[in-house]
């Protein structure tokens, strides 16, 4: 099994609806990301946890929210989809060291109409 | 916004060649770590380079950093069709908490 999972691999919905994006890892990692990569480019960062108690926005946390249900469970929401928010959503992890390796999930490909 | 930029943006090679891509990046670093993406895929973690070292292998990688240029370079030797993939560098910076990626190269080693 994957040691970071994500749900669903694949959603197309349609704008102005409540969309919620799943992450779970085996890892035992305290530290988990949600990014964002657009075709073509790199990641950019939407929120990060270091902590269940901790949620930090990052460079582009407008339009989305996060919930840190648990240390092995970290979900992003978007609230109202809008079709620039179509994207290839990436959760990571990272462990308490103060490297900043990321392990990746496979991603969520999310299609809005 | 973007902290590293790599170069080329796109490089076609045949399998047995060597390729080589490069990174720039703005601020401090911490360290500078070199991640592998299949398409579509996940990201996989290939080397990481900390501000102190100037130069690491890892089987047929090498990476080399210079820090007075802000730079880094990725070498994969004896490339095979299988290193298809695009390449990303990205950089943790002294005293921050998260791992800036730039926009990728696009390697196409033909076989």
């Known amino acids: 099994d994957a040691d970071v999972t994500q749900t669903p691999r694949n959603r197309i919905t349609k704008t102005g609806k409540r969309i919620m994006l799943e992450c779970s890892q085996t890892?035992?990692?305290?530290?988990m990301y949600w990014y964002r990569q657009d075709p073509g480019l790199g990641l950019q960062l939407i929120y990060y946890?270091?902590?269940?108690?901790?949620?930090n926005k990052g460079e582009i946390s407008d339009g989305y929210s996060v919930s840190r249900q648990a240390q092995a469970k970290f979900s992003l929401s978007l609230e109202s989809a809008i079709p620039n928010q179509t994207a290839l959503y990436f959760c990571?992890?990272?462990?308490?060291?103060?490297?900043?390796?990321?392990?990746f999930g496979e991603g969520s490909r999310l299609t809005v109409l | 916004s973007q902290q590293g930029e790599e170069d080329p943006q796109a490089l076609s090679i045949q399998e047995g060649e060597n390729a080589t891509m490069n990174c720039s990046y703005k601020?401090?670093?911490?360290?500078l770590q070199w991640y592998r993406q299949n398409s579509g895929r996940g990201l996989v973690h290939l080397i990481l380079?900390?501000?102190?070292?100037r130069e690491k292998h890892s089987g047929r990688l090498r990476v080399t950093l210079d820090t007075s240029k802000k730079s880094s370079s990725l070498l994969i030797t004896a490339s095979r069709a299988a290193d298809t993939a695009s390449y990303f560098c990205?950089?943790?910076?002294?005293?921050?908490?998260?791992?800036?990626f730039g926009a990728g190269t696009r390697l196409f080693v033909k076989a």
């Open positions: 990571a992890t990272s462990g308490a060291g103060n490297t900043g390796e990321l392990f």
């Open positions: 890892k035992g990692h305290d530290r």
């Open positions: 946890s270091f902590d269940v108690k901790d949620i």
């Open positions: 601020t401090s670093i911490n360290n």
């Open positions: 380079i900390r501000s102190n070292e």
């Open positions: 990205a950089t943790k910076n002294t005293g921050g908490f998260k791992t800036i």
